[in-house]
């Protein structure tokens, strides 16, 4: 049965920093993290691809943020650092076999997600 579970979610103050991990119970050829904001469509922070560990970043997450993943403890994480009021949203963990990045097409797989709330 797919499963991907998130947490690390939480509340946090500008410039702030949160962890979200993810765990999976099988293999994937790509992960990724998207976001929600409330009224507004969900859209891609990360993704790392399984073969050869390569990453992909929306731009408002490169620099700032850092997709990893512990393939042998079967977690992904989401390490945000800086964060902004903007950053707040339902963060998903997903996941697919076909293509990697961070375009929503390319995953079939989704978690539950876990809040985050960055405040000023």
């Known amino acids: 049965q797919v499963e991907l579970v998130e947490s690390g979610g939480g509340s946090v103050q500008v410039g702030g920093s949160l962890r979200l991990s993810c765990g999976y119970t099988?293999?994937?050829?790509?992960m990724g993290w998207f976001r929600q904001a409330p009224g507004k469509e969900r859209e891609g922070v990360a993704a790392?691809?399984?073969?050869?560990?390569?990453?992909y970043y929306s731009t408002f997450a490169a620099g700032r943020f850092t997709i990893r993943r512990d393939n042998a403890k079967k977690l992904l994480y989401l390490q945000m650092n800086s964060l902004k009021p903007e950053n707040s949203g339902m963060y998903y963990c997903?996941?697919?076999?076909?293509?990697?990045?961070?375009?929503?097409?390319?995953?079939?797989?989704w978690g539950q997600g876990t809040q985050v709330t960055v405040s000023s």
């Open positions: 997903a996941a697919g076999n076909t293509y990697c990045s961070t375009y929503e097409e390319y995953f079939g797989y």
């Open positions: 790392i691809k399984t073969a050869g560990g390569s990453t």
């Open positions: 099988s293999g994937y050829k790509c």
